[in-house]
């Protein structure tokens, strides 16, 4: 076992470190030191050999006559942590775990997320500026329980992935039809070294690994930074302020509506080149000083904004440091559809005007989720940024309460009655801290990274069901981890179902499903 003695002797090693940080650091810094994270990082990793795109090589590629440039997934990940950058939403003070300029802050995040990947669009490896990184195994994607295996995978134009589809009067009164949403997320080198400590080996994915520190919580170092692009098929037609917007052309569905597709066969995901149009910017930012540890923010497109270019037309829309925990629905708004005054919700800022002016008839371009929480405009409208995304891990869990077994049990309604049950469903808009898990069936968590989870179930959904033929391979150990997960999870809930009740003689009834231990 020579890595294993390797990365013993580096354990090792990193002791010296931890004891110097305790000694010497300032109060605040008992989270992982960059130091720490090095030493005990594993650097024998294995790199590029992640699939860019759907189907890539197995009848995906792009057709002869396609002249335009392919996605490659960025996936050199780095095997030492790099140095955090003065980024320059360091320089905007918090106080009660927010910043006090909210909007400064969120334009700050934009700023670096765009800066050399414009110019690039968004082939980020070719940034001149610094490095970025995408999440590997989202060329098949399954993002929507109803959609069939793998079709949300990466489109080969821009590694986009089919996301949540937006039903006819989502965006506008004016949108009759379905539009599709699809989306690339980019990674900065430090959220790229965590990715990389997951998927050193490729083959056996370890989520625990995400920190290399066994004392620390399994999250991303301080300075680890996301920035998404949301394109939609609407057309401005369906929502007039995406007039102008900025238009790429991407391997999309050509029927647009999910109910269709879903019926199958498969061929009904054919896909073709389309148009697509930006309409909105998600940036998410791990900073020590946030209430949680994440900062998760949004712009929406707005053609009547100025600007002058597509991407300074993005207004600054909420940010949200926490999930204002104890508010609940009744306390913020006055019935079903609202309208929510969002004073309780202290954890986020909230662009009042934007709100007004893209909620005006014909738009509903909204952005507020759960009880006023901040969501995006192509979100679901029952949900909040934070809420969802406090969720990721492994194995995963349902994002909304709605979506959960005990949702489905209470009968959740999200549409008509969000204001009932909330002592199960604040569960969803708590505060997790960046690296512990959201609930106690996972076993690690992601980190607000729901691309990580689902990249994880991506991967195992490919890996670990066996086939007849398959019986003798060798399956990675995540497999006979989640295996046993399952057995677990069944046997102490099983067990529930008699713990406390007398036997016949007074003693404890046997346990599932070993009945021989009791005695
Ligand atoms: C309904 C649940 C939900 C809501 C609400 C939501 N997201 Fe996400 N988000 C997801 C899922 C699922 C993914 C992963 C799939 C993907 O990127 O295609 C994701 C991915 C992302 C990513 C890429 C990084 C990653 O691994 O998570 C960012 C950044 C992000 N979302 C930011 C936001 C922001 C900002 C908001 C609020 C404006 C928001 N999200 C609202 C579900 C949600």
């Not at 392919?70 to 950058?85: G, I, K, V």
């Not at 690339?184 to 400590?197: H, P, T, V």
Request: hydrophobic share 35%; glycine share 10%; proline share 8%.
């Amino acid at each position: 076992m020579p890595n294993g003695r390797r990365i013993f002797a580096l354990r090792a090693l990193a002791l010296p470190f931890l004891c110097a940080c305790l000694l010497l650091a300032p109060a605040a810094a008992f989270a992982t030191e960059d130091s720490v994270r090095n030493a005990l990082a594993k650097i024998d990793c294995v790199r590029g050999t992640f699939k860019d795109y759907y189907r890539q090589g197995e009848g995906g590629d792009p057709p002869p006559d396609y002249a335009g440039r392919t996605f490659a997934l960025s996936q050199n990940y780095p095997n030492q942590l790099p140095p955090m950058e003065s980024y320059p939403w360091l320089k905007i003070a918090f106080k009660d775990g927010g910043p006090i300029d909210p909007r400064a802050y969120l334009q700050a995040l934009l700023d670096y997320g765009l800066e050399g990947n414009v110019e690039v669009d968004f082939y980020v490896e070719d940034n001149k500026k610094r490095k970025w990184y995408g999440m590997p195994w989202m060329d098949w994607n399954t993002e929507v329980a109803s959609d069939w295996p793998g079709t949300d995978g990466r489109e080969f134009v821009h590694g986009f992935t089919h996301e949540f589809d937006s039903s006819g009067n989502t965006l506008s009164t004016l949108q009759k039809d379905f539009v599709d949403t699809w989306s690339g997320a980019y990674f900065n080198d430090r959220a790229g070294f965590g990715i990389g400590q997951v998927y050193c080996n490729p083959d056996d994915p370890k989520p625990g690994a995400l920190n290399p520190d066994p004392t620390g919580r399994n999250n991303m170092a301080n300075g680890s930074y996301i920035i998404k692009l949301l394109f939609s098929t609407v057309t401005e037609d369906q929502l007039p302020i995406a007039k102008n917007a900025l238009e790429w052309k991407a391997h999309v569905f050509v029927n647009d509506d999910p109910r269709w597709r879903n019926q199958g066969p498969l061929s009904r995901f054919e896909r073709a080149i389309g148009v697509v149009r930006l309409i909105q910017i998600d940036v998410a930012v791990r900073d020590d000083r946030s209430a949680t540890g994440w900062l998760l923010g949004t712009f929406g497109y707005d053609g009547n904004a100025k600007g002058s270019s597509p991407w300074k037309r993005m207004v600054p829309l909420g940010l949200q440091w926490g999930n204002s925990p104890k508010a609940t629905f009744a306390e913020t708004c006055s019935g079903p559809n609202g309208p929510c005054d969002r004073k309780k919700l202290t954890e986020q800022w909230i662009n009042e005007q934007a709100v007004k002016e893209l909620a005006r008839p014909p738009l509903s371009f909204n952005h507020l989720g759960y009880g006023g929480r901040l969501a995006g405009p192509v979100d679901n409208a029952r949900a909040s940024c934070m809420g969802c995304h406090q969720t990721a891990g492994f194995p995963s869990v349902a994002i909304l309460p709605e979506f959960s077994a005990n949702g489905a049990l209470l009968k959740l309604d999200g549409e008509k009655e969000p204001h009932t049950e909330q002592g199960f469903r604040l569960m969803y808009y708590g505060n997790v801290a960046s690296g512990a898990v959201f609930s106690d069936t996972q076993l690690y968590s992601s980190d607000y990274s729901l691309q990580l989870s689902m990249s994880l179930q991506n991967f195992i959904s490919l890996h670990c069901p066996q086939r007849p033929q398959e019986a003798s391979a060798p399956r990675p150990s995540i497999c006979a981890q989640l295996a046993n997960w399952s057995s677990t999870q069944k046997k102490a809930i099983d067990d529930l179902l008699i713990f406390g009740a007398p036997g016949p003689d007074g003693g404890p009834l046997p346990k599932s499903p070993d009945k021989e231990e009791r005695r």
